[in-house]
């Protein structure tokens, strides 16, 4: 296992269109994040989840946005109805996420374009 | 909303020399981790100190934290053309669950 993987790495769409990108994290890691990273900005928290339960959501992530993990092992973000202002780079991180410091590992992104 | 805020915004320098970069953040911690990320990619981990450290070094890399002002410095040191990136630095806190919160990074040129 090589680390986190994220497919795909370029998505183009029309607005009104709806999207779902895929992230595999490393294969013992129980946590899974989800961050979004508009240019020239820091990575910003979307959601995670500890094995298939999603434990936290960010206010960032309306209603359009939905996200599941449903064996716990790999994830998905759907946007319904995409708006150019959900154009960013889409991070997920994994960690082990049991006890002591929570090292975030992150998969190369997916970069969506809405246009 | 980001908690840490990395300055300088960006930085310039020749290769060889040291670059320095502080990070200052608003609640207290459990740890703060710094990223180096590649123009377009991912995320790379490069260090993560612990609310109780107060230096630690890894290669080049030497970072500091101070929780009494909040803040946390990186330095490279002999830097390399390969070390152009931005710098991020992330804090994890139990007020803020187990999410990493990012602040706004650090950009750095190292010129040939």
């Known amino acids: 296992d090589t680390g986190v993987s994220q497919d795909p790495r370029h998505k183009i769409t029309k607005r009104g269109q709806n999207v779902t990108f895929r992230c595999d994290p490393i294969s013992e890691h129980n946590r899974l994040y989800w961050y979004r990273q508009t240019l020239g900005q820091g990575p910003e928290f979307l959601t995670y989840f500890q094995n298939e339960a999603q434990l936290e959501k960010s206010r960032l992530l309306s209603d359009r946005f939905s996200a599941e993990r449903p064996k716990g092992s790999f994830s998905t973000l759907e946007i319904q109805r995409t708006e150019q202002g959900d154009s960013a780079m889409y991070l997920c991180?994994?960690?082990?996420?049991?006890?002591?410091?929570?090292?975030?590992?992150f998969g190369p992104g997916t970069r969506l374009t809405v246009l | 909303s980001q908690q840490g805020e990395e300055d300088p915004q960006a930085l310039s320098i020749q290769e060889g020399e040291n670059a320095t970069m502080n990070c200052s953040y608003k609640?207290?911690?459990?740890?703060l981790q710094w990223y180096r990320q590649n123009s377009g990619r991912g995320l790379v981990h490069l260090i993560l100190i612990r609310s109780n450290e107060r230096e630690k070094h890894s290669g080049r890399l030497r970072v500091t934290l101070d929780t009494s002002k909040k803040s946390s410095s990186l330095l490279i040191t002999a830097s390399r053309a390969a070390d152009t990136a931005s710098y991020f630095c992330a804090t994890e806190s139990r007020a803020a669950g187990n999410k990493l919160t990012f602040g706004g990074g650090t950009r750095v040129l190292v010129k040939p």
């Open positions: 609640t207290s911690i459990n740890n």
């Open positions: 991180a994994s960690s082990l996420g049991w006890q002591g410091d929570n090292e975030q590992f």
